[in-house]
């Protein structure tokens, strides 16, 4: 039987100040629930639809639709919603290469990187303050499982960059084109902000400022950061 | 003055049957407004906020906030709103790169592949008929003005796969890496769906199958479409 304070608490779970202040995140569906599952992430509560035949999990609470809807951030529910216990952050390993975001808005530009990372392998992302939330029920929509997966850092950059004794890549429309490097096997790279791109200061930390070449008519346009991310990750490990 | 018909074109041209019956679409914000009216695509009709001092146009319409509201896809209308004519279509252009979508749902996916498109350089994008509109008001918000630059076709993909003289490439989860093929000059790149890839007719006539390499430990994950195209475009031109 779910408690209505059940169900408040998952409902706060979608603003940030209660996610830090309980330590829970929730993620919804099956496939994204079981992924934190397999990856040893501790789970707080498992919520299913009692219609939905398809989700198999150990014990868990069985709820209506109604019941779901009112705790889901979707607008038509997938069936299953976990809350889950936010993992303890790990150090960061520079023995391979780093992601860092430098305020980077947007929920769907984070999942999607988050993802990117996971893909390619890279073990480290390292997020500036102002970056959207991790946990936020958007970036994890978009993340797909990869969350668990990939350790998310939230630092202050510039005393990040100061510290690594990586070499430190920073993307930009006027860098140097990513096709005439020679990637290090390991390293920092920089992403910026969806409008602005890195700030003045952080790009004062960058090493070596890199582009990815337009093709034909050259535009005012630049790519969307996830966009972006996916190419010079490519690059780094093709 | 703007008349209480006009306003409910502009609401009309949300949906895509209304579009094709007046041949409008609709776009929003300075940039994009601007980036069509240097392409040559004929307006309508341009609205602007009268109290928004930057936009800079031939005649617009000054109209108030909250009649642009009304106007507007936009939970926060951002002062400037254009309705255009649809561009009479080219034909498929084959002395390069032509991509080709299979059933491509999201919108957002859509407007980042023009995007990637406009970036490097390649004029021509076939859509399945199945493929979300490319009018459609969320594709126009994140294919910024690129909409302009790339000729989008909407075709039965069969038909025209059969039709091509150029080789068929295709993106499969099981395909062969990327990295090892040598790309020709010119060619089509098949994408499919989002969560089912592409489709088994459409796959028959693709004559290479290629895959982007997963690094690190192997998942059930796949890349997100529009990200997978921005890594095939980069290898195709790089």
Redesign the interface.
């Known amino acids: 039987m779910v408690t209505k304070n059940q169900i408040k608490l998952v409902v706060n779970l979608k603003q940030k100040k209660y996610r830090t202040q309980h330590g829970l995140f929730v993620v919804e569906g099956e496939k994204t629930v079981s ?1 934190l599952l397999n990856a040893g992430v501790k789970p707080f509560g498992l919520f299913v639809d009692a219609v939905e035949k398809g989700a198999d999990f150990n014990n868990p609470e069985l709820v209506s639709s109604a019941i779901l809807k009112q705790m889901s951030s979707l607008s038509s529910p997938n069936g299953v919603l976990g809350v889950f216990h936010i993992p303890v952050l790990k150090s960061i390993d520079e023995t391979d290469w780093v992601v860092a975001l430098d305020a980077v808005r947007d929920p ?1 530009n984070l999942g ?1 990187i988050i ?2 990372c ?4 890279i073990p480290n992302l390292v997020c500036s303050q102002d970056t959207v939330d991790c946990f936020n029920p958007k970036v994890l929509q ?1 993340t ?3 969350i668990a ?1 990939v350790n998310v850092t939230y630092a202050d950059l510039e005393v990040y960059l100061k510290k690594t004794a990586l070499p430190v890549y920073g993307a930009f429309m006027d860098g140097d084109s990513v ?1 005439q490097q020679k990637l290090p096997p390991k390293g920092v790279l920089v992403m910026g902000n969806e409008a602005n791109g890195v700030s003045e200061t952080v790009g004062g930390l960058v090493t070596s400022r890199i582009s ?6 050259t ?1 005012t ?1 630049s ?2 950061v ?3 991310t ?2 010079l990750l ?2 780094i ?2």
Chains 1, 2 share one sequence.
Not at 118 to 121: I, V
Not at 212 to 217: A, C, E, L, T
């Open positions: 992924e769907g999607t993802r990117l996971d893909w390619f392998g978009a797909m499982g990869s997966r096709y990815i070449p337009q093709y034909g008519k535009t346009e790519l969307n996830a966009t972006a996916a190419i490519n690059e490990r093709r």
